[in-house]
């Protein structure tokens, strides 16, 4: 049976005088790269949209049919450009199970190749997205003559946006002689 928590080790939340204070961190933005921010203001124009469509479905009862179209291209653009973020901070799911039980004379090449083929990946994502918008970037959108090209565009760069955070993780991990898939505790420690 565990015992629990004393009181003492509880932070304080009431000052001499008895009355409720808790102070807060100071908040500190520096933290979020230009990707997180531009992810940031797609979601917010992603959200006026879906209220838009919202206010003039249910408010108005004449329901605006670009809406829909374009809050379901946003989300692919949020979505695209949040992975970078994720690639940057190199948060995505991992299975280091076997890096736990290998010797590090194979976890270590074993990481650097899984860094490579990461970096492999986005590159041949950037080239793959460029030959769509290649074939079929000037077709407009169903209900709204702007070009479908845009969307992809925002994914091409997305991609490539990922590929160059990639090689920077790469570098950071080849730097630091390890990798979050060697040392799973150091996971946010650097970004």
């Given at each position: ?113 899984v860094d490579l083929g990461r970096i492999a990946f986005f590159g041949y994502a950037v080239w793959l997205t460029w030959q769509l ?59």
């Amino acid at each position: 049976m565990t015992t629990p928590a004393r009181l003492d080790d509880q932070p304080a939340v009431l000052n001499e005088k008895g009355e409720f204070q808790v102070e807060d961190e100071a908040i500190d933005l520096s933290v979020y790269a230009i990707e997180e921010w531009l992810g940031f203001g797609v979601f917010c124009v992603l959200g006026a949209t879906v209220f838009h469509q919202f206010f003039t479905r249910y408010a108005l009862n004449d329901s605006a049919a670009w809406t829909e179209e374009i809050a379901r291209y946003l989300l692919v653009c949020t979505v695209f450009i949040g992975i970078v973020g994720s690639v940057r901070k190199n948060s995505h799911i991992q299975v280091d199970f076997f890096y736990h039980w290998l010797p590090r004379w194979i976890t270590r090449p074993l990481s650097t190749l899984v860094d490579l083929g990461r970096i492999a990946f986005f590159g041949y994502a950037v080239w793959l997205t460029w030959q769509l918008i290649s074939r079929i970037g000037g077709q407009p959108m169903s209900v709204t003559p702007i070009a479908i090209g845009w969307v992809y565009g925002v994914v091409m760069l997305s991609f490539a946006a990922m590929t160059l955070r990639a090689i920077q993780v790469a570098r950071r991990n080849w730097r630091n002689g390890y990798s979050v898939l060697e040392r799973p505790k150091t996971a946010g420690a650097s970004s």
